[in-house]
């Protein structure tokens, strides 16, 4: 069973372009999370999604930054006209079913690699 | 909001010694989960641990063990016989259980204890 993919690995971006960031989660997990990670601190969450929907974004910087779970493909993060600030680690991560009522394996998410963003 | 605190910006220890790491939270909270997790320098996230916080009983994983105290909101790991392979940053992690909560399904993370191990 494949673990949870991302790509690309690393991506460098000029200010002003778009960034396009790929999750597949892994087999039968249909939640999908994405975390941002600055350097020398905690990965932060920014955004949780179902298929087809978005559960919570209250981690999502309000403008230029969006994401997506479509039926079909993997999850999309997107951000447009990208700055400095925006140079960072993000992960993403997925579960099964977060469920507090399910078995503790149900709990766990499972990350991908990241995607190191830079931004010149 | 929940929050999780870890106060020791890096520690170090020697190899096959032991070393606990701490972590605090804040929660209204009854029920919910904590976690360990371990970022080598390859950044790919590690789960260590977890603990239900119904669960009196402190979870424990081979040389990884915690001492959880729900009263003091404290979460704090222990790694017995350190190997070099264990230095990595470790971070504290709080879930909620409950669905509709604020922070259902999101981790919220401390910012991270680098561990150095020494030979």
């Known amino acids: 069973n494949a673990g949870v993919m991302q790509n690309p690995r690393h991506l460098v971006r000029r200010r002003g372009q778009e960034a396009r960031l790929r999750c597949s989660p892994m087999?039968?997990?249909?939640?999908v999370y994405w975390y941002r990670q600055l350097p020398e601190e905690g990965l932060k969450f920014m955004v949780y999604?179902?298929?087809?929907?978005?559960?919570?974004e209250s981690g999502m910087p309000k403008e230029r930054f969006s994401a997506e779970f479509p039926k079909e493909g993997p999850s999309i993060l997107r951000i447009q006209q990208v700055v400095r600030g925006d140079s960072a680690a993000y992960f993403c991560a997925s579960s099964p079913n977060p469920s507090g009522t399910s078995p503790s394996y149900y709990n766990e998410q499972f990350f991908g690699p990241g995607t190191r963003l830079t931004v010149l | 909001a929940q929050t999780v605190t870890q106060s020791q910006p890096e520690m170090s220890v020697q190899e096959a010694e032991t070393v606990t790491l701490s972590c605090t939270y804040d929660?209204?909270?009854?029920?919910?989960?904590l976690f360990w997790y371990k970022q080598p320098p390859s950044r790919q996230m590690i789960l260590v641990i977890r603990q239900e916080a119904y669960k009196q009983q402190n979870a424990t994983e081979n040389r990884f063990s915690v001492n959880f105290q729900k009263a003091a909101k404290s979460f704090s790991l222990k790694i017995s016989d350190s190997q070099l392979g264990d230095a990595a940053m470790y971070f504290c992690a709080y879930r909620s259980v409950n669905a509709g909560g604020t922070s259902y399904g999101k981790l919220t993370f401390g910012q991270g204890t680098i561990l150095t191990v020494h030979p």
């Open positions: 999604l179902q298929k087809e929907n978005i559960i919570d």
């Open positions: 087999k039968g997990h249909s939640h």
């Open positions: 929660t209204s909270e009854s029920d919910y989960y």
